[in-house]
Every structure is written in C-alpha cells, then in structure tokens.
C-alpha cells in the first residue's frame, strides 16, 4: 500500500516508496538519509524539523511525503555551496555562537534564511517574533537572533562583546 | 596568550559539522534488520495491575516479543537502586525503595513503563502495544507534597508507612533558635520551587545492538558521557564484562544534567537486544520524552532569618521538602542536601545555621539534577529572604547584602565546605552599574506616566562546580601526522569542548586548533577512568586533565628533543611550541613525529607522545555572579516584560569568553523560564497535564531578552587553570532577579512575594486581587487607564 | 500515526464524490490541525481527501465590497496580499499573527474556519467581520457558522470553496497569546460599518462568539473608553491551566479596547 514520490531535494530529482501516513521529515530521514534535518516534538511547536518547500519555510513533521510530490525541497545539508562554502546565514550562526548542542540548529537555520529573504530590515523585535515557532533551550536565542539580525540587518546588531 | 589559546573568543570547530546537519545524533543511527521498540506506559498515577493479557499484542503484525516484568525477573534483572545514603541525627538509615525496570504489580505515576514491545518497524510496534490489555485496580494518588505529608495521604510505600522515607538535619535547631530569639529583625518566607522539565531539543532516543560474533553489547543514546551507565549496565544490569558493552553517544542534542543517568528504558533495551540476538531501536516522542527523563526543582521551602541592628544575619532556619517523585532517582534526595548544601546559605556569612529536609514520594515522575541541581533552590530561597530582610530592616537592597557577604577567603561555609575566593560585593557593584540601578527611578516614573509598572531586582549567587566525583581521564595523543588527539572523558552536548580544548592543546603544545581533534562519547576509545559531564565539571576537571597530560608530554618531548639536538635534557626549554637547545630548536610538531621513531629516541624509551592523565581536583570551584532584572508590567494584562538584564558573572579564568557568554545566556533563559512560564503540572487524578510543548510554556525568542554581560574574574585557587564553572550561573541567578524586580514592580500592590512561574494571570490577580475576589469586575477596569 | 488512504483529487467534484464515498473520510487542507492530531493517534480517518490541488480554491480577489479569499489560500499568502492589506488590514494582521512563520506557509483560511478550534485566529474575523462562507452548495451568515467547539454548520458533503469578507469602515484585531502554545487565548476583532458595529471575539468560549454589549455601546460611541465599564461573565468561558475563564473575561475586555485604538 505504498505510493512512489518524486521531488527535487537539493538539486536532486529523487524518488521514493512511501505509505500515505508517511510525514515528509521520515521520507528525509529514514528513506532519503538526510538527517539533518531533526523532529523535537509532535505538536507542531519546536521547529527542528523546518526545511523549504518550493523556497517557503515549513515544518516538515506537519507535512505528508505524498503532499511533497513534485515539489523541490531545500534542507539544511543543500544550503552551503557546493564547494562546501557555507550559506551567509550557517556562517553568521557561526560568528554570532547561534549554536550550542547542534540540535535545533538546522530548523532555526532554515527558518532564519526564510526570515531574511522575507523582511529585510526587520528589527530584533521582529526577528524574535519570527521565531515563534522555533525553541531553542541552548543558547536564551541571543546569538540565535544576532545571528539572523546580521544578516537580514546588519546594523540592528548591538555593539559586540566578545571583540 | 596566542591568537588561538586560552582566553581568546575563538569561534567553534564544531559547527560547520552541525550547521550542515553532519550531527550525529542518536536518532540518526540505524543497524541494519534493526527491530523497534514501543514501551506500553501506564495512564494511571497510581493503580494495582490485577492481570495483563499479551496475546493480542503478541500475535499482531510484525511483533517479534513482548516483555514485562515477569520476563525480566525470570531472568534475574535487578531493580534500580537510589545511590544516596542519608541518615537522620540519631544515625538511622533513609528508607530506599528500589524501581523495577518494566512495573512490578502496581504503577506509581502516569508514564511508568509496563512493557516493552518488540516489532519489526515503530508504527507496528506502537499499534501493538495498545492491544496489550491490562485489567487495572487505581489507587487514591497525591503528586504534591505537602499534600502527601498530610495524615491519610495516599501512601506510595506502605511498607514504610509514611511518605517521608528520612528527616535528615544538619544538626539541632537549639544554636539557631536561641540565636533567633536575639535576633533584632526576623524575616520569614514561605516558597514553591516550581517542577520543571529539563526538555532538551533532542527528544529520547536509544538503539541497543547485540553482536553475536563480539558477544558484545552497544547502546547508542544521548547520554553526558556513557561510562557509568555502561558499568552499571554490564555489571549490575546484564551480568557481563565491561568491556561486552559499549555506550556511544556522539552528538547530543542537550544535556542539563539529567542524561547522566541509567534509565529504565536502555536497561529493557538492551536486555531486549540481547535477548532476540539482535538490534533494537526506541524513539520517544515528545510527550514520552517528558514522561521519562527526570524532572527539576519541585521544592517547598519555609525560611526565617534573624537579623542584628546592623542589618547582619544572626540565624538563619530552612525546612525543606522536595518532592523525590514516586521512586528514588540515583539522585534525588540529594538536590538540597547536597546539591544545594553545597553552597548554602550563598554568598552570606551566616553564624548559626539550621537546615532541615524531607524528601517527600508522590505519584509523579522522579526528580534529580536539572541545571543547577539544588543550588537555584537555595540562591532563589537566600535572595527573597535578603530583599525581605531589606524590607523589614529600611536598609536598601544591595546594602543588607553588602553588610552580610563573604569576604574573607579561604572561607568554611556551615555545611564544611570551602570557598576559595570571590569577591560578591564588586560583582555587584558592576552589575548595578552596568544596569544603571542609581537612575531607575526616573525610569520608573516615566513607565507609570505611559501606565505601566517597573521593577528592578538584584541578585547575588554562588553555584558549585566541579560534581560530585573527584576524578576525571584525559588523554592527550601527538600523531604521526602532526596533528594531536584528545580523548576525552568529559563530553559535550553543546558546551563546545571541541573548540576550548583545542585551544588548550594550542596553549600548552602550540599545535593549531585546526590540527586537534577529540574524540568523546564511546566507551570503546575513551579513557577507562573517564566520568563525564556533569555539575559544571569540564573546565576544570577536563581542562585540568588535558593541561597535565600536555606537561608530560612536554616532559617527554624535552628528553626526545635533547637526543635529536644532541643536548641533555636539562639544557632543553619549551615555550609557545618550540624546543630549543643552544642555537637549535625544534617545533613540537617535528618532535613528536620524530617520538614515533624508535631509531630517533633515547635507548629504552616507547616510541609516541601519548599520555594520558587522571587528574584528581583538590576542591570544587565556586563560581557566583550578581544579575540585574528589569521589567516592565503592563497591568492590563499581567504581562511582564524584561527591558533590561545584566549578568555579571565569576567564572574564574575564561577559557573562551564566547563559549562562556553563551552558557550565561542559555542558563539565563532557563532561570527565566522557570520564573515566568515553566510549570510541569499533575492535576487532582495525577495526570500529567503539561506534557507537550502545547501546555509546558517554553522560553521562546519573543519573552527572552537581550542580556548584557560581564566578567568579574576571581581566579580559582584550587585548579591549575583556574577556571570556575559557568553552566550553571545563569540558572541560579535569573530566577531571584526576575522575581525581586517583579516584586519591586508591584509593591505599591502589598506583594512582597511571587511563587513561580509568575504568568501573566498570577501578576494580574495580584494587581487586581481585591476587586477580584469580590466578583464585582466592573471595578476591576476602572483603575487601569 | 495510523494508516489511511490518500486522495489528491483534481475537481471540487471529485473531491466531493470522495467524501461521499469514504464514510471515514476527512478532508486535509493545510493539516496544521489535523497532521498533530493524526500523530497523537486522536482520530484514525480512513481515507484523506487533500484538496491542495484544486486551484480554483485559491487566490484572492476583489468582489464588490467585499474581499473573497479562497478556501485553500495559506496565512501567509492573505497577510501578504495588497488588496487585504490596504482594504482590511486588520485581517492582514490577523493572518500574519497565526501561528508561526512556517505554519502560515501551510496552513489555510478554509481548513481554520472548518475546523473550528476555539482557540484559532479566523473565527475572530469570521465572526466580527461578518463574513460569509461559501461552501460548494450554499452561503453561510458568520452568525450561524460556529456551532460549538470544533463544530459548525457544515454538513457532512459540503465543502468550503472560499469565505468572502465586507470591507469594514475601520477594524482591528488584538490578541493575547497562550504562555505555552501561542494560540489565542483571547482574541478580538472589532469592525465598524456604517453606524452597525461587530465584535467578534476567539479563544475565550467554545466557540467564536460575538460580544453583543460591546456592540451595542460601540454603536452609540466608537470608543474604547466606552467599554470600560461593560464587564464580560466568565461563567461561559474556558478555563485551562493558563487562563482561568475570570482572566480570559478580562482580557476579553481588554483585547476588544486594544483593538478598537488599532482599528
């Protein structure tokens, strides 16, 4: 009872047997081996799991692989360049220690991206509203949000501590 | 120190990997013609299993076994025992139960596994365990404890005939007591230290795998450094030698002390894998996560202080209860007899000292270190007893406490331990300062004209730091490439020891940071006496052991030096990398490939720089700071928000100033949580109410604020780095900060003190307290504009 | 999660003979709602019907007076929308505070309204802008819509195609988020037309309900002073471990006066 899937992950044009109730994060982990990309909750609230869709920011623990059919997906382990030159936003969380156990840090990266490609400019009040669906329990978010301001606004991040 | 070594901001080695999502978490691990896991877990606090029929479970799809506990008895599995010794002052014993890996007859709280079902995928697995069929008797449960010491409380050990299995006190109250009756000011409080969840990202996750050809065992799970679990569960657990099991755990994704542990579940499992010859993989969700890992806090503390004229403590009395859950956890009744008591009573020279703790069983997840482990409880009991002392006596807040702290170093707190250095009154000096405490009146005033409410707080703490065990193994290895392996015994789950300890290896060898490499979290390779991460223990009980192991093979690397240059020994120094002999010198690089040559080494020497180290600490480390809190209330809807935060830490020497800043922040965060959303909450039937993300308020982006830093460094006296810990600071200060300024905020409303979390409810109803409790809203909004 | 039969039908028709056919069947829209609760294991459909093929069902357009949104447009895309923007921007903002980002790139106005949760922004807006929603056989008045919790007016065969909104005088949504989850504790959408005035008010009862002494004071001086003195009974509203229902009264009170000054 299972049905192929086709879609573009990371460049890729990839296929896969899927059963209906099978989420698009297990068709990535479990079927794709993409497992960077992380599941922390069943509610649809910590946002470990957020990937693009079609270049939208989604939690991809609330959405079916059969949904995903023809669709081009982005994940954290196709946002560096080929080169492995690292994404603005991977090497910003880097500079501003967005990171600390690693675990949350591909959804929040993903959503960061999302977040500066829809509101340049925004603010950190903005910044942190947009973050709404992502926990950290790590880092309080301070280097989190610096990290995303510093790209999406560089000038909205205050004066540097660490020199 | 050079651009890569000790003190410098150095940015992470490991991320790149993680940035990438080349993590390797548990989850991320699979066995080939792996099996899954589903443990049943039971819906009631507290119920007698009458009968339990497995035949629908065992004849359904894809199900290869399912275990209880009579499996497990069959087979000789012991219980799991508390690790703690306590006695109370006539020297009797507290009472221990023992918790059986999958329930025995009776369930004691809700998610307490039954059974354990063996399929071949998840789903099947999962399905199958709701078919198990289990004829239940519920029980009369209480998950609060003051509510269990009440006589005719639900009682979880009847054999015990009470819930209190030890009254344990430091001594008699008669030296306090006569002391308080002296006392010119007495101050009381009466707190609940709210139960948290710990809720690392990374959900629970094991995978157990029995290889046949080895007659060895491995576990992968998130654990803080595996090798006690793997000891207990070789020796105790599956009756085989330590060395026939293997716990790895690469990435972790959190840790906050409650991963060190020996869970019910990797025992089932890896007796399960064992049993079926196979491998078995479990993956808790988020709700089973919450139910299984042990849970924080949940403390009932009542204090009195006595105070001189001065203003000075004269006597100070805590009776504490915390609630152990309905089992013993191997470390429960130790968060405020140890844990706390480590430091108690903080950063304040108290001359007469009475303590006193119950640990209390209720039908509720068991309790045991969560960041912090006791020391929040007590700094957040000492600072709301100093801002009523200040209260009580007119003096301001930072003056009672700057008339009460320690000042005098080396310095024996009531409980026997030993304070090496600190100096609290400049911390907060600085934390004022850098908070503009001196202008927040105008601040103050400006708020209420635009009608809102502002409050400042200020809290001065003391953590401990080091753990418990006094050892930790270190290993450090020059390879023939030239670059240096660490094998490490402490473990990271986030605190970046990839980075720090490489930057250590720069700073005693000169060997860039690119060219180190750890290597953590696998019984197989690790150091043998290894213990882990744990009690904010890495800095000192790691550092120590790398900057050791680098003197010997420094030591080493001289004799081999001096062979190659044609020198003596003696005649040979090291500094920033380099050998030299007279005119000669040699890089350590180019000497310890050199040591991996027989031909080129002293006559009888072993070839290779390799050495490893068992560094033993003389004393903890006493890390403290002082943090500033300002909020702003919006008395409309209760919500208080933080406009300002400053957290002036003493960490003792900084390693990594990044690294540091961000332990403060994400400790920080987790202080705040508590004090204004956390709240893991059983109802009247002991149901765990707030087990998801839905109903357990998690510190999010949006009620975090921005949090200003600084070092106030004392250089620790006891460790040859002179670090102090910082994982734990944020924890402890955040709580009594936020409260204190929330405090300050409403006191033109009578409100002297908030329990935790403080919700926008509960500072509304304090607000509006009086109309409210008449039920005539219509008051209620006339005063708000 | 249990197992089901998955249907991407190509017509409103098609999809429609689904659900008649699959008596287990349940239509997914954004399945922002559905998906936790299928992994919860709280509902076993047997068959889900994805209506996310069905383009007619999406997009915004002008109608008259009135906005219509197709059933099948995500949050996202109505808080982006020029035309919601500048003709209602309160429901702009509405939409762009549901949820969170990545939620708002799923989620969907029809699968909202259908679903009913009490504590859903939408309803709000249904409610106190007086929408219509427009299903495949008929045209449903906001008032006789939301039924109680979780449940409204639709019967087992109908679908929603779109929901038209009037273009309000002024209006205004404020909302008080849950500690926890971030759902509306209480939200409030007041809207003024002509001399009539709509509050509509979410996450406080069991369902969307309209705050009719709100109304009626409003329509004699719209103001937020005006409300000031007009308490809301808890006796009807919900309580959990957050909220009380005497808080969620207040905020009520509150959230509809914040409202009316960002109208």
Same mark, same amino acid.
């Given at each position: 009872m299972t049905t192929k899937v086709t879609?573009?992950?990371?460049?890729?044009?990839?296929?896969?047997?899927?059963?209906?109730?099978?989420?698009?994060?297990?068709?990535l982990r479990d079927q794709l081996g993409l497992t960077g990309t992380h599941v922390g909750c069943d509610t649809t609230q910590c946002g470990c799991c957020v990937i693009h869709v079609n270049d939208k920011a989604v939690k991809s623990c609330t959405m079916l692989a059969v949904q995903a059919q023809g669709s081009n997906i982005l994940t954290i382990e196709g946002l560096a360049a080929p080169d492995g030159t690292l994404h603005p936003m991977q090497e910003a969380f880097r500079e501003h220690h967005g990171l600390q156990c690693g675990f949350c840090t591909p959804g929040m990266v993903m959503m960061g991206v999302d977040i500066a490609r829809r509101l340049p400019g925004a603010d950190e009040k903005t910044v942190r509203e947009q973050l709404e669906g992502n926990l950290c329990r790590c880092t309080g978010y301070q280097g989190i949000v610096e990290a995303i301001l510093s790209v999406a606004n560089p000038g909205a991040v205050k004066e540097h501590h660490h020199a | 120190m050079g651009q890569f070594g000790i003190g410098q901001p150095l940015r992470r080695k490991e991320d790149p990997r993680l940035l990438q999502g080349r993590g390797q978490y548990t989850d991320d691990m699979n066995v080939e013609g792996q099996f899954w896991g589903a443990f049943l877990r039971s819906p009631h606090a507290h119920a007698d299993i009458l009968s339990v029929d497995l035949e629908a479970a065992r004849a359904a799809p894809g199900v290869k076994a399912v275990y209880t506990s009579a499996d497990l008895d069959a087979d000789g599995v012991p219980d799991m025992p508390c690790e703690v010794e306590l006695a109370d002052l006539a020297g009797a014993p507290m009472w221990k139960p023992m918790r059986p890996i999958l329930a025995r007859n009776r369930v004691r709280f809700v998610g307490e596994c039954v059974a354990l079902v063996v399929a071949q995928t998840q789903a099947q697995a999962r399905e199958a365990a709701e078919l198990i069929e289990i004829n239940w008797s519920p029980r009369p449960s209480v998950a609060d404890a003051q509510e269990a010491l009440k006589p005719g409380a639900p009682l979880l050990w009847p054999e015990l005939g009470q819930n209190v299995p030890v009254h344990w006190q430091n001594k008699p109250s008669t030296e306090a007591d006569a002391a308080m009756a002296g006392a010119a000011w007495r101050v009381d409080v009466n707190i609940v230290n709210n139960r948290l969840?710990?809720?690392? #990202?990374?959900?629970?996750?094991?995978?157990?795998?029995?290889?046949?050809?080895?007659?060895?065992?491995?576990?992968?799970?998130?654990? !803080?450094?595996?090798?006690?679990? !793997?000891?207990?569960?070789a020796k105790r657990y599956l009756r085989i030698a330590q060395d026939k099991m293997r716990v790895i755990s690469l990435d972790v994704g959190g840790g906050f002390g409650m991963r060190g542990q020996t869970y019910p579940e990797y025992v089932a499992l890896v007796w399960a894998a064992k049993q079926i010859g196979g491998a078995v993989k479990w993956r808790a969700d988020r709700t089973e996560t919450f139910f299984s890992d042990y849970h924080g806090r949940d403390q009932v503390n009542e204090a009195q202080m006595g105070?001189?004229?001065y203003g000075r403590i004269v006597a100070l009395k805590i009776h504490t209860l915390v609630n152990l859950g309905a089992y013993m956890a191997e470390n429960g009744p130790r968060m405020p007899i140890e844990g706390g008591g480590r430091i108690i009573p903080c950063c304040y020279h108290v001359p007469h000292f009475y303590f006193s703790v119950k640990p209390v069983f209720t039908n509720t997840v068991s309790t045991d270190t969560y960041r912090g482990a006791g020391r929040p409880e007590a700094n957040f009991l000492m600072e709301r007893l100093m801002d009523a002392a200040a209260e009580a006596t007119g003096l301001t807040r930072d003056e009672v406490r700057r008339r009460n702290f320690i000042t005098e170093f080396p310095y024996k707190t009531p409980m026997g331990y030993v304070i090496d250095s600190g100096d609290f009154a400049r911390g907060m000096d600085d934390a004022m300062r850098m908070a503009e405490w001196d202008t927040f009146e105008e601040r103050r005033a400006e708020a209420y004209s635009r009608g809102y409410l502002r409050g400042i707080g200020v809290a001065a703490f003391i953590e401990a730091a080091g753990g418990r065990a006094p050892t930790e193994d270190m290993r450090v290895r020059a390879e023939l490439d030239g670059s240096v392996t660490i094998f490490s015994g402490s473990h990271s789950h986030g605190q970046g020891h990839d980075t720090v300890f490489s930057q250590l290896v720069n700073e005693f060898l000169g060997v860039e940071p690119a060219s180190v490499r750890l290597v953590q979290g696998d019984t197989d390779v690790t150091p043998r006496g290894s213990i882990g991460t744990f009690g904010s223990r890495s800095s000192m009980m790691g550092g120590a052991g790398i900057k050791m192991s680098c003197e010997k093979l420094v030591a080493k690397g001289v004799k081999v030096a001096a062979h190659l240059m044609q020198s003596e020994p003696d005649a040979v120094t090291f500094s920033q990398g380099v050998f030299r002999a007279g005119a000669s010198e040699m890089s350590f690089t180019q000497v310890a490939q050199a040591a991996w040559d027989a031909t080129r080494i002293p006559e009888g020497m072993t070839p290779g720089l390799d050495e490893g180290h068992n560094f033993q600490r003389e004393a903890e480390n006493f890390p403290n700071g002082c943090h500033v809190c300002e909020v702003e209330i919006d008395p409309e809807t209760g919500i208080a928000e933080i406009v300002r935060y400053v957290a002036v830490d003493d960490c003792?020497?900084?390693?990594?100033?990044?690294?540091?800043?961000?332990?403060?922040?994400?400790?920080?965060?987790? &202080?705040?949580?508590?004090? #204004?959303?956390?709240?893991?909450?059983?109802?009247?039937?002991? !149901?765990?109410?707030?087990?998801?993300?839905?109903?357990? &308020?998690?510190?999010?982006?949006?009620?975090?604020?921005?949090?200003?830093?600084?070092?106030?460094?004392?250089?620790?006296?006891?460790?040859?780095? &002179?670090?102090?810990?910082?994982?734990?600071a944020g924890a402890c200060g955040?709580?009594?900060?936020?409260?204190?300024?929330?405090?300050?905020?409403?006191?033109?409303? &009578?409100?002297?003190?908030?329990?935790?979390?403080?919700?926008?409810?509960?500072?509304?109803?304090?607000?509006?307290?009086?109309?409210?409790?008449? !039920?005539?809203?219509?008051?209620?909004?006339?005063?708000?504009? | 999660m249990h197992n089901f039969d998955y249907h991407a039908p190509k017509t409103l028709d098609s999809a429609l003979a689904l659900l008649r056919d699959k008596e287990d069947g349940k239509i997914i829209a954004g399945g922002m709602t559905l998906l936790?609760?299928?992994?919860?294991?709280? /509902? %076993?459909?047997?068959?889900?019907?994805?209506?996310?093929?069905?383009?007619?069902?999406?997009?915004?357009?002008?109608?008259?007076?009135?906005? $219509?949104?197709? @059933?099948?447009?995500?949050? /996202?895309? $109505?808080?982006?929308?020029?035309?919601?923007?500048?003709?209602?921007?309160?429901?702009?903002?509405?939409?762009?505070?549901?949820?969170?980002?990545?939620?708002?790139?799923?989620?969907?106005?029809?699968?909202?309204?259908?679903? /009913?949760?009490?504590?859903?922004?939408?309803? /709000? %807006?249904v409610v106190g802008l007086n929408a219509t929603i427009v299903t495949n056989k008929r045209k449903i008045a906001a008032d006789d819509f939301f039924v109680s919790l979780f449940e409204t007016a639709l019967e087992r065969d109908e679908i929603i195609t779109s929901v038209r909104f009037p273009i309000p005088e002024r209006a205004g949504y404020?909302?008080?988020?849950?500690?926890?989850?971030?759902?509306?504790?209480?939200?409030?959408?007041?809207?003024?037309?002509?001399?009539?005035?709509?509050?509509? $008010?979410?996450?406080? +009862?069991?369902? +969307?309900?309209?705050?009719?002494?709100?109304?009626?004071?409003?329509?004699?001086?719209?103001?937020?002073?005006?409300?000031?003195?007009?308490?809301?009974?808890?006796?009807?509203?919900?309580?959990?471990?957050?909220?009380?229902?005497?808080?969620? %009264?207040?905020? $009520?009170?509150?959230? %509809?006066?914040? @409202?009316? @000054?960002?109208a």
């Open positions: 879609l573009t992950v990371n460049g890729q044009e990839r296929s896969a047997e899927v059963e209906p109730r099978t989420l698009l994060v297990e068709l | 969840v710990p809720a690392p #990202m990374e959900p629970k996750a094991a995978l157990a795998s029995w290889d046949e050809q080895e007659g060895k065992l491995t576990l992968w799970a998130p654990t !803080q450094g595996g090798r006690k679990i !793997q000891a207990n569960l105070l001189d004229e003792g020497a900084v390693l990594n100033p990044l690294i540091v800043h961000g332990q403060v922040y994400g400790g920080v965060a987790q &202080g705040l949580g508590q004090a #204004m959303i956390e709240n893991a909450l059983y109802d009247a039937e002991g !149901q765990f109410v707030s087990a998801t993300y839905m109903d357990y &308020g998690m510190p999010r982006a949006h009620r975090m604020p921005f949090i200003e830093v600084g070092f106030n460094t004392v250089a620790c006296r006891t460790n040859p780095l &002179g670090v102090k810990g910082a994982g734990e955040a709580p009594p900060a936020f409260i204190g300024a929330l405090v300050d905020a409403l006191r033109d409303y &009578g409100v002297t003190h908030m329990d935790m979390p403080a919700t926008p409810e509960k500072i509304w109803r304090a607000i509006y307290g009086a109309q409210f409790d008449t !039920q005539e809203s219509d008051g209620i909004y006339a005063e708000v504009t | 936790p609760t299928l992994k919860q294991r709280l /509902a %076993a459909p047997s068959d889900l019907i994805d209506l996310a093929a069905l383009s007619e069902m999406k997009g915004v357009r002008r109608d008259g007076n009135g906005i $219509v949104i197709g @059933a099948m447009t995500t949050h /996202a895309e $109505v808080a982006a929308n020029g035309d919601v923007q500048s003709l209602i921007p309160a429901l702009s903002h509405l939409a762009g505070v549901i949820g969170d980002p990545a939620v708002r790139h799923r989620g969907t106005i029809g699968g909202s309204v259908a679903n /009913a949760d009490p504590a859903a922004d939408y309803p /709000a %807006a404020e909302k008080f988020r849950h500690p926890a989850s971030g759902y509306a504790v209480v939200g409030v959408m007041v809207a003024k037309f002509g001399d009539k005035v709509r509050v509509g $008010v979410t996450g406080a +009862a069991g369902s +969307a309900f309209r705050a009719s002494d709100f109304e009626a004071a409003l329509e004699k001086n719209f103001s937020s002073e005006v409300l000031l003195g007009i308490a809301v009974s808890p006796d009807d509203l919900l309580s959990d471990i957050h909220c009380t229902n005497e808080y969620r %009264a207040h905020l $009520v009170n509150v959230m %509809a006066r914040r @409202a009316i @000054a960002a």
